[in-house]
Every structure is written in structure tokens, then in C-alpha cells.
């Protein structure tokens, strides 16, 4: 599978503010890759350097077999773009800013703007000043969605929608990925990336920590067990990879690693169990624990 | 204190708090200009006879009376002095002040800001009030320092201290225009637009009363900028008059407060009407024409009636000239013709400067659709920056050459009907379009401003404003020649009359080339700055 975007030790200042440090960034083509940080840890950035917005201090930045710089308008033709802040020309109506861009970017498909507008229940007739921050996300997001284009780079698109919204934004995506496009989708809402995302890169302080699917993440998260069992037995507090044991009569509650659970769950097997929860590690905990773990 | 004011004070703190270089700049640059006149006029003119010669030669040149007033008495020395800086100086302050309560009012609103402030405990009035406080105390301060910088200078106190209160309340009067035309505005824009055409009008009426003495001259008494010239400071120091600009200033405010109770924030008096459902635009240049051709069109109104009214009263200038002894050196000159068009040509003068600032104005479109977001947008697209740049650039040099064309036509058509001569439509239209270059050069050095430094804007008004102090008062001051000679104002041929020298033409042009050249390469090598 080809590469859509492929970024190699991109550095960026900002004066003496080194925004993003030696960065690498691989998206497969076709695939819906999670782009995750905190705020202020480098992603916008990212993106607007990806689009050509501002130039790469040092590094390769190559997308859809192009240099982000120097081939921008060519490029721009196969992309859509969603900022993360998205402010619209005030005294033009939605429609207009929906067709301009659309236009801008070598035209846009009619029926599919309708059917999106429809779907994300925006009025086209008003004015852009006249907009909530929601309602000029939606400008944006059918601007970009309505475009026939390989490649879509979001910005925290759900910013400012409400959980309908979010929800229709949440199909909209998967039927991308089902027409095979690509989308880079940065965020820091951690539930959004997880019921989307193929694989995810995160990202801290202009780096990015890990890369890979959310299965392969999982390593780095726990496991929460609770069970009943009829007879308590002793010494699980010692097990390897089992954490935050508490016994209050014969209930337990533990956190796990993956390389803990055979042992414990062979264990509490064989005290007879009579009840078990397992909670599944969330993005939450993966994230916690970069962001606690490894003080940069 | 009422609740509508709650807060009053903090937002004048937050307002001195941005205006920290804006306000104490304009205090020195008021006084400092003020002063020194007074003192190069002194070194100039050291005794009555001389005094009295350079004053009748002001009253006698109707150029020199539309553009500055006349001088009420002519054996004073201060009223010789701050003929030029009275009338140069109640526009500026006019400017700056309507600048000033909108960047606190409508502009705040329209950025959202207001909004946050406003969820505090602050009053419903409050931002307009401290907007208002700002503005007047601003006012006074530039009248004290003025007045003290004359008294420095060695002119008269009475003087002084009528010349410093003139100007002040020629601000205090402006900044109530302003806050009206905030709350009747639907935008920041509008209001700015709306106030500034209030202070452009404020000018001619001015021209054209005291240019006709025997007709019109009660048109002088409407206007704020010619109330400040009857304050006649230096040459009887008429006090009362103070009363006019102050009486305006109070109903003003009254009615802005008023306004401001009724409407809610973030809307004009007028309702927000809804946009087409499907729009039309398609290329960088219709958004740009979309978004700029409401200010050409309001610019090319007032150009235009700027134009007819100074072509059709231009003939009349010779009339002003009662003694025959000049008369005969006039004829010398090149005759009642030539003095009409040096009149002409002054005009055409004035005309090249503001419309240069209209072009300053439309390329700064550029900078705050940069620092909107709206260019992210834009360049996110297939859009190349140079199809960017081109638009709003193409947008300023066409507005550019089509204002002073409309001015020029309106000036030849009046003066044409005036005299009867059809002919005089192209010769005074030509002599506007001879403008163009110079006007040309600002839009450029603007396009080349923001190509490199892209926050430095503001550097471009700053040498605008220089161009024009070193072509009012550079002589008077005794700025070297080498250095005036970079204002592209003087490089323009002076037409209508006798000067056939085309050369700056082609020079100005040529600069204009450079610097837009230079500045587009520089924006296709830098980032997109916000």
C-alpha cells in the first residue's frame, strides 16, 4: 500500500519556540489514521506545514507523492482541508463559502452537497457573521466532505458540534473509509479517535511518541478486573503485572497488565469464581500514562 | 454610579493598555508638528511687513484657501504660523479619534471579544463609555501638549491655549460622530466608513464656505473643521465658538448612549438580511471584488462629489483677487488660466493623496484576511499565494486609477459646465490620471510591507503620514531636499498647466513595479503568519 503522507524529522521554531522537534508521520493511503495530543503539543502545526501553510525548518515532508512546499496548489487539488479554528468571510452566506471553497479546490459534487446539508441541518441562507461556532464548523466540514478528493486533513472537526452532529460526522468518515480515501484526523477527543481510527500516532511537545494500531497500544494500558470468588487466594497482590489490588471480604478489583491476566485469571479460576467485570482499557489511560510516565 | 456603566474603569484601563503606543505617539506627534511650525515660521518671518506680505499672498491663492483656510489676521505671527497645521492637524485628530472608539466599540464586538467581556460584570453602556472617556481625555491631552509646545515656541498664551482647546474639541467632537456611526453600522467597517465620509465631508464643506465669501461661506459653520478655523486662535481667539464643536459632541454622545440601549450586540440598527443559498464566486479575484467593491463604491461617491463640487468652483478664483496689482503679475503668469489650473492641479494634489490611502486600505484587505484565517482557507485550496496576492493587489491599483479617474472627470465636468468649455472634461481628467503612479507606489510599498514584515502594517501609514508632512512643511522646516524627493507625491507632473515632464511617470511606475515584485516573492517564501 502507498504512502499518503510521509513526514521525516520535520523541525519547526517559531522564534526560540521549537514548535515541532524531528517529527515523523507515516498514513498509509486509504486509511483513517488518528493524529492525538494535547493542546499546544504541535498538531495544527503539523497540518499547516502538510498544506504548504508555512515552510519546514528541516526535514522531508511529502504527501500524495508531492513535496507539501513546493508542489502545494497541485496538491491542494487532490485534498481537503477542515481548520481547527475555522472563521469564515462574515458578510458571505454559508452556501457561498460552501461553493467558493468547493470551486477553489476544482469543484464539488451538487448532489452530495445537498444530501450534507441535510444530514448536518445547516442553513445555507445565513450570513457566516451571523453563525454559531458549531454551525461554521458545519460550513467547513460540508465544504471539505462535499469534495471529491483523495486526501482529507481534519482539525479537531468536531470542535463545536453537538452529539448528532458528532454522530453524522462519525459516518461521514466511515463512508470515506469505505470509498477507500484517506483521512488524517487530529484530535484530542480520545473516544472519537478510538471508534474511528485504524491506527494512531500521538503526539507530545512536537514529537510523536508512538505509532500503531489501538490494538497494538493496548500494551501500554491495564485491564481493570473485578470479581467475586468463593475462597480469597493469597498473594495475588504479588503476581507480575497485576497492580492496585484491593480485597474487601471474597470481591477483588485489580488493574492488569496483558503479560498479568493468565496468571490472575488461572488463579481466581481456581478459587471458583462467581462474578467478573473486566473494564477495557481506554485511549484515557494509554494517554495518562505517556503524559505521566515519561516526563519530557 | 448605574449598572449600565458598571465597570466603566477597567475597560479604560484595558483600552490604555492597548493603545500604549498609538496614544502617547499621536500626543508628540501633534505637539511636536505644532511647535515646530511656530518656530521655523518665527526664523522665517521675523517682522509684520514680512508677515503681512506671506499672509496676503496665502489669502490671495484659492488653492492655498480651499486646502487650509484663510488667515484671519495678518500681522500675527501665530496665526501666519498655524494656518497649514490647523486644518492638517483637526483631520488627523478627526481620524485618530474615529479610529480609536471603534476599535474599542464595533470592533470589539465584531472580534467576539466583547462578548467575553461582557459576560462580566460590566454594564451594557460600559464599553462605549470607556471608549468615550479614552477618546476625550485623549483629545485633551494632545490640545494641552499642543498648547504648551506653542507657549515653548514663544507664541502668545491666549493664543496657544485657544489652538489647544480648538483641536481638542474638534476630537471630542469626531469621537461622538464615531460612536453614533458604531451603533448604526452593521460591521466595524461600516461604522469606520460611515464616520471618516462624515470627516471627508466635514473638509469640503469647509473648502468650499471659505473659498466664497461673498456666496456660501455660512456652508463653513456646518462643519466641525471649520468651526475649529473660526475659533480664529492667534487672530482674536473667538472662545464662544468652542461652544459649537461641544454642544455637537454632547448630543452625539447622548444619542449614541441612547442608540447603544436599544440594539443588541453584535447587530446595527438595520437587520442582518439572508445570503443566497448557492453562491457564484469561484475564483480569488470575485471573492476579493465581493469583498472590497462596497468600500470602492462608497469611496468612488465621495471622490466624485469631491471632484464636481472643487472643478465647479474652480473658475472663481480669480474673482478672490481684488487688487489689480496682483492681478497684473498674474497675468504675467499665464493669466487668469493659469492661475485656475495651479488650482486644478492642487487639487488633483489632494486627490492623489487620498486616494493613495484608499490603496493602503485595500491592501491591508490582504493582512486581516491573513490574521482571520480566512487565507488558511483560501490557500488550503487549489489556490496558488500569487492568485492570492494578484486579486486584492489587482482590486487596489484598478481602484486606484478609477478613483482618481472618477474624481478627475467629476473635476473636469464642473469645471467644464462652469466655464463652458467641454474640453476642459479630458485636460482635467488626464491631469488626475497623472495622479495614478504616485498613488501606485503607496499600494505597492504597502503589498511589499506585508510581503516581508507581515505585522509591520502599521509602518506603511506611518511613512504615508511622513510623505505628506515632508510635502506641507518639509520647506518650512528645512528637511533636505534629497530627502523629500522620496515622497512619491512630488514626483507626479503638476497638471493641468505648462509642465510636460513625463518622466516621473514613468519612474513612479517603475518603482511601483519593484516593490510589488519584491514583496509577492517575498509572501511566496514565508509562512502564513496570523
Known amino acids: 500500500m502507498s504512502e499518503a503522507i510521509g513526514i521525516l524529522g520535520l523541525t519547526k521554531n517559531f522564534g526560540k519556540v521549537r514548535a515541532l522537534d524531528s517529527l515523523d508521520l507515516s498514513v498509509e493511503a486509504g486509511e483513517v489514521h488518528g493524529f492525538l495530543g494535547p493542546n499546544g503539543s504541535g498538531k495544527t502545526t503539523t497540518l499547516r506545514v502538510l498544506l504548504g501553510l508555512i515552510r519546514a525548518d528541516a526535514g522531508r515532508v511529502r504527501l500524495l507523492g508531492g513535496d507539501a512546499w513546493t508542489d502545494a496548489v497541485e496538491l491542494h487539488r487532490r485534498l481537503a482541508y477542515v481548520p481547527g479554528d475555522v472563521t469564515l468571510w462574515p458578510t458571505l452566506s454559508g452556501g457561498e463559502v460552501i461553493d467558493l471553497l468547493g470551486r477553489l479546490r476544482g469543484g464539488l459534487n451538487p448532489q452530495r452537497r445537498s444530501e450534507l446539508l441535510e444530514r448536518f441541518q445547516l442553513d445555507p441562507t445565513k450570513k457566516c457573521r451571523t453563525y454559531s461556532k458549531g454551525n461554521r464548523q458545519k460550513v467547513a466540514l460540508i465544504a471539505a466532505l462535499a469534495s471529491d478528493v483523495e486526501l482529507f486533513l481534519l482539525d479537531e472537526p468536531t470542535s463545536g458540534l453537538d452529539p448528532l452532529m458528532e454522530a453524522t460526522f462519525r459516518d461521514c468518515v466511515r463512508e470515506l473509509r469505505d470509498g477507500g480515501r484517506t483521512v488524517l484526523l487530529s484530535s484530542h477527543i480520545l473516544s472519537e479517535v478510538e471508534a474511528l481510527c485504524d491506527r494512531v500516532s500521538i503526539i507530545r511537545s512536537g514529537a510523536v511518541m508512538e505509532t500503531g494500531s489501538i490494538a497494538s497500544m493496548r500494551h501500554l494500558t491495564r485491564t481493570v478486573i473485578q470479581a467475586e470468588v468463593r475462597a480469597m487466594p493469597a498473594g495475588l497482590g504479588e503476581m507480575p503485572g497485576v497492580h492496585e489490588v484491593v480485597v474487601t471480604g471474597n470481591r477483588i478489583t485489580a488493574s492488569v497488565e496483558p503479560l498479568g491476566l493468565p496468571g490472575l485469571l488461572a488463579a481466581l479460576g481456581a478459587a471458583g469464581i462467581t462474578s467478573l467485570t473486566s473494564s477495557p482499557p481506554t485511549l484515557e489511560e494509554l494517554f495518562l500514562r505517556h503524559y505521566e510516565s515519561t516526563p519530557r | ?530
Open chain 2, 1 to 530: 454610579m448605574s449598572n449600565d456603566l458598571r465597570s466603566t474603569g477597567n475597560l479604560v484601563r484595558l483600552a490604555l493598555r492597548r493603545d500604549r503606543f498609538l496614544l502617547p505617539g499621536s500626543v508628540l506627534g501633534f505637539a511636536a508638528i505644532a511647535a515646530s511650525s511656530a518656530t521655523a515660521t518665527a526664523g522665517l518671518y521675523p517682522d509684520p511687513t514680512s508677515r503681512i506680505a506671506a499672509a496676503g499672498a496665502v489669502n490671495a491663492s484659492a488653492a492655498i484657501v480651499a486646502m487650509y483656510g484663510r488667515i484671519y489676521d495678518p500681522t500675527s505671527l501665530g496665526a501666519l504660523a498655524m494656518f497649514k497645521p490647523a486644518v492638517f492637524g483637526a483631520v488627523a485628530l478627526a481620524i485618530l479619534m474615529v479610529i480609536v472608539v471603534i476599535r474599542h466599540t464595533r470592533a470589539e464586538e465584531e472580534s467576539g471579544r466583547l462578548e467575553l467581556v461582557g459576560a462580566g460584570v460590566v454594564g451594557r453602556a460600559a464599553p462605549l463609555a470607556a471608549a468615550l472617556i479614552v477618546a476625550v481625555s485623549a483629545s485633551a491631552v494632545i490640545g494641552a501638549a499642543t498648547a504648551a509646545g506653542l507657549l515653548a515656541s514663544g507664541l502668545p498664551p491666549a493664543g496657544s491655549l485657544a489652538f489647544g482647546a480648538g483641536w481638542a474639541v474638534t476630537g471630542v467632537c469626531f469621537a461622538g460622530l464615531a460612536a453614533v456611526t458604531a451603533q448604526v453600522a452593521t460591521g466595524s467597517r461600516a461604522a469606520s466608513g460611515l464616520a471618516l465620509s462624515g470627516v471627508g465631508l466635514a473638509y469640503v464643506l469647509r473648502a468650499v464656505g471659505d473659498l466664497s465669501e461673498a456666496g456660501p461661506g455660512w456652508l463653513s459653520w456646518l462643519s466641525p473643521i471649520g468651526w475649529n478655523q473660526q475659533v480664529r486662535a492667534f487672530a482674536g481667539d473667538h472662545w464662544v465658538v468652542l461652544a459649537l464643536p461641544l454642544a455637537a459632541a454632547t448630543a452625539t454622545m447622548a444619542a449614541a448612549f441612547v442608540l447603544r440601549r436599544r440594539r443588541d450586540l453584535g447587530s446595527g440598527l438595520l437587520s442582518e438580511r439572508s445570503g443566497p443559498a448557492t453562491g457564484r464566486l469561484g475564483t480569488p479575484l470575485a471573492l476579493a471584488w465581493r469583498l472590497q467593491g462596497p468600500t470602492l463604491a462608497a469611496w468612488t461617491i465621495v471622490l466624485g462629489l469631491l471632484g464636481t463640487v472643487l472643478g465647479t468652483i474652480a473658475h472663481t478664483v480669480v474673482d478672490l483677487l481684488d487688487s489689480p496689482g496682483m492681478k497684473a503679475i498674474i497675468q504675467q503668469l499665464g493669466g487668469s488660466q493659469g492661475l485656475t489650473d495651479a488650482f486644478l492641479a492642487a487639487e488633483m494634489g489632494l486627490f492623489g493623496t487620498i486616494v493613495a490611502a484608499y490603496g493602503i486600505v485595500a491592501v491591508s484587505r490582504l493582512r486581516s484576511e491573513e490574521s482571520a484565517g480566512h487565507a488558511e482557507a483560501l490557500l488550503s485550496t487549489a489556490v496558488s499565494r500569487g492568485r492570492m496576492l494578484a486579486a486584492h493587489c489587482g482590486v487596489a491599483l484598478a481602484g486606484v486609477a478609477w478613483l482618481l479617474f472618477v474624481a478627475g472627470v467629476g473635476a473636469g465636468t464642473g469645471h467644464g459646465l462652469a466655464v463652458g468649455d467641454p474640453g476642459q472634461i479630458a485636460t482635467v481628467a488626464i491631469a488626475a490620471i497623472a495622479r495614478i503612479p504616485a498613488a501606485w507606489v503607496l499600494v505597492a510599498l504597502a503589498v511589499f510591507v506585508w510581503g516581508v514584515w507581515p505585522r509591520a502594517g502599521a509602518g506603511v501609514w506611518l511613512a504615508y503620514i511622513a510623505f505628506i508632512l515632508a510635502g506641507e512643511f518639509g520647506s518650512l522646516w528645512g528637511v533636505p531636499q534629497a530627502i523629500m524627493n522620496l515622497s512619491p507625491f512630488v514626483h507626479s507632473p503638476l497638471l493641468p498647466g505648462p509642465d510636460q515632464n513625463l518622466d516621473g511617470i514613468l519612474w513612479l511606475t517603475a518603482v511601483a513595479g519593484a516593490f510589488l515584485a519584491s514583496g509577492a516573492v517575498a509572501f511566496r517564501r514565508r509562512d502564513l503568519t496570523p
